[in-house]
């Protein structure tokens, strides 16, 4: 892969609660470096929000590289699942748990 085939993705997690937003700006870095420094101007003021401008070949190996931003995370998706009483999502969720306590933790982890 070369450089102009690399692809930009504006990643937005909030802690709280527990949404992750992409943005994909395809090959267009300064387009996304821009949107990186209007995100960190609006979210300066929460910690719980973590911003971060990602350079992959594909969303699927950002979702990878940073899947505790993409999965389930202590419960907390079964508990709004039960909630609003969405079996697909508790479904979902459970899938995320049971893959996520099958695989060898990875630094990434927290």
Do not use: C
Not at 41 to 66: M, N, Q
Not at 69 to 75: A, D, K, L, P
């Amino acid at each position: 892969m070369t450089a102009d085939e690399i692809k930009h993705f504006l990643v937005v997690y909030d802690r709280t609660a527990g949404r992750t937003k992409v943005r994909e700006f395809g090959t267009d870095y300064d387009a996304a470096q821009r949107a990186y420094e209007a995100a960190e101007r609006d979210t300066w003021s929460r910690p719980d929000v973590e911003v971060v401008l990602l350079s992959a070949d594909s969303l699927a190996t950002v979702k990878h590289t940073h899947s505790s931003w993409f999965g389930v995370r202590n419960g907390a998706g079964l508990l709004a699942a039960a909630a609003t009483g969405d079996q697909s999502r508790r479904d979902h969720a459970r899938g995320v748990r049971a893959h996520r306590s099958h695989r060898a933790p990875v630094a990434a982890d927290r």
